[in-house]
T-cell receptor, first 113, second 112 residues
Framework: DAMVIQNPRYQVTQFGKPVTLSCSQTLNHNVMYWYQQKSSQAPKLLFHYYDKDFNNEADTPDNFQSRRPNTSFCFLDIRSPGLGDAAMYLC????????????FGPGTRLTVL | GQNIDQPTEMTATEGAIVQINCTYQTSGFNGLFWYQQHAGEAPTFLSYNVLDGLEEKGRFSSFLSRSKGYSYLLLKELQMKDSASYLCAVRDEIAAGNKLTFGGGTRVLVKP
């Protein structure tokens, strides 16, 4: 039944060691999003894909990259994690640009040692 | 730019009603969403308003006034499981995708 799946749920990495977070969806939605949410703060959009078109937020650091090899999968790569990158990373999907709700995955909590 | 304000925290009693207000000042507007988020979990969709007025869905209702840049989420017959953060989010008018800007969330604590 799971519609937006994120793996792993908990990820520990070392300072500066690259890490990849994974998101998959069974909804066949066109749009996939990555958000960063720090403790007690609002989710902050990092980037989104509309089909294969990548849209980066202006204030997303270069340290964060994303790949969407097909409709179902999207990856978040953090090239050199810093202590400030410790957060919950949420993947979300929506069907398109109309009156569509975004559906969130369970999130990956990233710890940077 | 986007500015979305909601109270940080509210406390209410089981069985009571709580109203969570959200005000927004945004460069564009194409709808307002409310999400519920339990601690350590992902946000789940509650409601959507794009036209002025009240949308009712069971125990939850959401209201929008576009001229005032104001929305509220009304939770009736509160249950202990309603203790969570409630996020107000405004959608930008953009050509592609569905960009949401979230408020900081209102943490609701339901007491017996």
């Amino acid at each position: 039944d799971a519609m937006v799946i994120q793996n792993p749920r908990y990820q520990v990495t070392q300072f500066g060691k690259p890490v990849t977070l994974s998101c998959s969806q069974t909804l066949n939605h066109n749009v996939m999003y990555w958000y960063q949410q720090k403790s007690s703060q609002a989710p902050k959009l990092l980037f989104h894909y509309y089909d294969k078109d990548f849209n980066n937020e202006a204030d997303t650091p270069d340290n964060f990259q994303s790949r969407r090899p097909n409709t179902s999968f999207c990856f978040l790569d953090i090239r050199s994690p810093g202590l400030g990158d410790a957060a919950m990373y949420l993947c979300a999907t929506s069907r398109g640009a109309g009156r569509e709700a975004q559906y969130f995955g369970p999130g990956t909590r990233l710890t940077v040692l | 730019g986007q500015n979305i304000d909601q109270p940080t925290e509210m406390t209410a009693t089981e069985g009571a009603i709580v109203q969570i207000n959200c005000t927004y000042q945004t460069s564009g507007f194409n709808g307002l969403f409310w999400y519920q988020q339990h601690a350590g979990e992902a946000p789940t969709f509650l409601s959507y308003n794009v036209l002025d007025g009240l949308e009712e869905k069971g125990r939850f209702s959401s209201f929008l006034s576009r001229s005032k840049g104001y929305s509220y989420l009304l939770l009736k017959e509160l249950q202990m499981k309603d203790s969570a953060s409630y996020l107000c989010a405004v959608r930008d008018e953009i050509a592609a995708g569905n960009k949401l800007t979230f408020g900081g969330g209102t943490r609701v604590l339901v007491k017996p």
